[in-house]
Each structure stands twice: as structure tokens, then as C-alpha cells.
């Protein structure tokens, strides 16, 4: 069983890899989904635990649903 903190840093790995995908920085991310840009940053370094409003922004900035984003993640 996963840890919340492993949980956490294995989605903030697969958001930046996602973000990096689609060729945005962190800045640019951030200003699509109207959030600080060091907040993102702590969600994609794993230091933060988001709720499900947050992961609903995230998944819309990327154009997924929020599954997809925790798809293979436990």
C-alpha cells in the first residue's frame, strides 16, 4: 500500500512528464489553470496533497479527465 507522500510524489512525476509532453513550463501551466506557479510547482515535486477541485483543474488544463491522471499510480 502506498504512502500518501509516495502518492503524491508519483503524481507530481507524472504531471510534470505530462507537462513537459505537451512542451509548457511550469509558468505557463500554471497561468492556464489560473494557480501560483509555486504551488504547481509543489504539486509536481510531490509536497503538496491536492484536493479533488485542484486535480479537476489540473485534468482540464491538460484537456483529461481526472482519472486518467491517477491512471497507474497505486
Not at 489540473?58 to 497505486?74: I, T, W
Request: hydrophobic share 40%; net charge positive.
Amino acid at each position: 500500500m502506498s504512502t500518501p507522500t509516495s502518492l503524491a510524489v508519483k503524481l507530481g512525476q507524472s504531471l510534470r512528464a505530462q507537462r513537459r509532453a505537451i512542451g509548457l513550463s511550469q509558468d505557463d501551466f500554471a497561468d492556464r489553470i489560473h494557480m501560483h506557479r509555486a504551488y504547481y510547482s509543489a504539486i509536481e515535486r510531490g509536497e503538496k496533497n491536492i484536493t479533488l477541485t485542484t486535480l479537476q483543474r489540473v485534468a482540464q488544463g491538460f484537456g483529461v479527465s481526472m482519472s486518467s491522471l491517477l491512471k497507474g499510480l497505486d
